[in-house]
């Protein structure tokens, strides 16, 4: 009985040491993904606000891009 009690904590103790690993893990690549494919681009910015009926000036974009970037 006691055996079993020690593999059974070890099997538990394994499985949430690897979802913790592998939860930090998909986070950093997820981040690492982002920042090498930006999923929005200043092409789709001007884009967006043409739609809108707004002409858009380069500065007007740029801010636009840093605040994307502030959440990523």
């Known amino acids: 009985m006691g ?3 020690i593999d059974l904590l070890q ?3 394994g499985l949430i040491v690897g ?3 592998g939860f930090f893990i998909a986070k950093h ?3 690492k993904q982002l ?3 930006p999923p929005i681009n200043e092409q789709m910015i ?3 606000m043409s ?3 707004r002409t858009p000036s380069q500065k ?3 801010q636009m891009m840093k605040q994307m970037q502030k959440y990523m």
């Open 46 to 48: 001007k884009a967006m």
């Open 60 to 62: 007007q974009v740029n």
């Open 11 to 13: 099997i538990l103790g």
């Open 19 to 21: 979802a913790i690993a």
């Open 29 to 31: 690549i997820f981040k």
């Open 51 to 53: 739609g809108m009926g």
């Open 3 to 5: 055996a079993f009690l």
């Open 35 to 37: 920042k090498e494919n």
